[in-house]
């Protein structure tokens, strides 16, 4: 299982086979015993069983489409007996691990000054277009890891019922996700 994104809900990606030449390297997916293109719209709470077949006899079984491998899901089903409400809740912080040593405004002037002293007029024309301000002022300090990055949130909320009787059962859920992460506004949700 690969994450080949940070982006909050980014699909991963599974191989199960290695990588294929000819074209896609995905497994098949059967969920219940169904044929999906991918398994991102399932809730992890939901899943029963998960099985992977990885060798020849799975593409005996299942044609050709599963060159590269299968996944078998099972969903939960409603169990004979009383019902039963369930409610699951996770909610959780994410921040930027590392922040980068930066510099400040007039470290990165006396660095520039060092590293090519014969330039300082041009340097101070470009920051100030006035040469002689540039003792007197100074560019502001805008330390661009605050400026993009906060603390994100992640809220994941699932509500449902299961039961059964000797006539049949029945497993009903509701799921709501909001995934807000580490970059700065709403589009990275």
């Known amino acids: 299982v690969m994450n080949t994104s940070g982006a909050p809900g980014a699909t991963s990606t599974i191989r199960v086979r290695g990588f294929s030449s000819n074209g896609t390297s995905d497994p098949l997916y059967l969920v219940d015993g169904l044929k999906v293109p991918n398994i991102d719209f399932l809730d992890p709470d939901n899943i029963e069983s998960m099985e992977i077949l990885k060798d ?3 593409a005996a079984i299942y044609g050709a489409e599963a060159g590269n491998g ?3 899901i099972t969903t939960k089903a409603g169990k004979k007996g009383g019902g039963k409400i369930f409610v699951n809740t996770q ?3 994410s921040s930027l691990a590392k922040r980068m040593d930066l510099l400040n405004s007039k470290e990165f002037v006396n660095y ?3 590293a090519q002293p014969s330039r300082a007029e041009e340097l101070n ?3 100030y277009n006035d040469p002689s301000s540039f003792v007197n002022n100074k560019p502001a300090d805008t330390d661009w890891q605050n400026e993009v990055y906060a603390q994100g949130f992640r809220q994941r909320y699932s ?4 039961g059964g009787t000797d006539k049949g059962s029945l497993f009903v859920s509701l799921n709501y996700l909001d ?3 580490i970059i700065t506004g709403s589009q990275d949700s």
Do not use: I, M, P, R
């Open 125 to 127: 024309k470009f920051y």
């Open 91 to 93: 909610n959780s912080f």
């Open 70 to 72: 299968v996944v078998l």
């Open 159 to 162: 509500v449902g019922f299961q």
């Open 56 to 58: 020849a006899a799975s």
């Open 112 to 114: 520039l000054l060092e």
């Open 179 to 181: 995934h807000d992460g």
